[in-house]
């Protein structure tokens, strides 16, 4: 079952995104979902990738 993103425990604020620390407080089932814009100047062919031990989702402009 997909985790319920409407009632985080948590939210905030980063200029970067980086899983190599270790969330405090956390239990063993727990979530982090990142939003941001991402100004794509050039017509080009990119390549989004996910990596996760337990299941991950990338979702680009509404389509997943």
Same mark, same amino acid.
């Given at each position: 079952?997909?985790?319920?993103w =409407?009632?985080? @425990? #948590? &939210?905030?604020? @980063? /200029? !970067?995104?980086?899983? =190599?620390?270790?969330?405090? &407080? #956390?239990? /063993? &089932?727990f979530?982090? !979902?990142? !939003? @941001?814009?991402? /100004? *794509?100047? %050039? &017509? %080009? @062919?990119?390549?989004?990738?996910? +990596? =996760? /031990? +337990?299941?991950? *989702?990338?979702?680009? +402009?509404?389509? %997943?």
């Amino acid at each position: 079952m997909p985790p319920d993103w =409407s009632s985080p @425990t #948590r &939210n905030g604020t @980063t /200029d !970067q995104i980086d899983l =190599s620390f270790s969330p405090p &407080n #956390r239990e /063993d &089932n727990f979530a982090v !979902q990142y !939003q @941001t814009y991402l /100004d *794509v100047p %050039e &017509n %080009e @062919t990119y390549t989004f990738y996910t +990596d =996760s /031990d +337990d299941g991950s *989702v990338l979702w680009v +402009d509404g389509t %997943e």
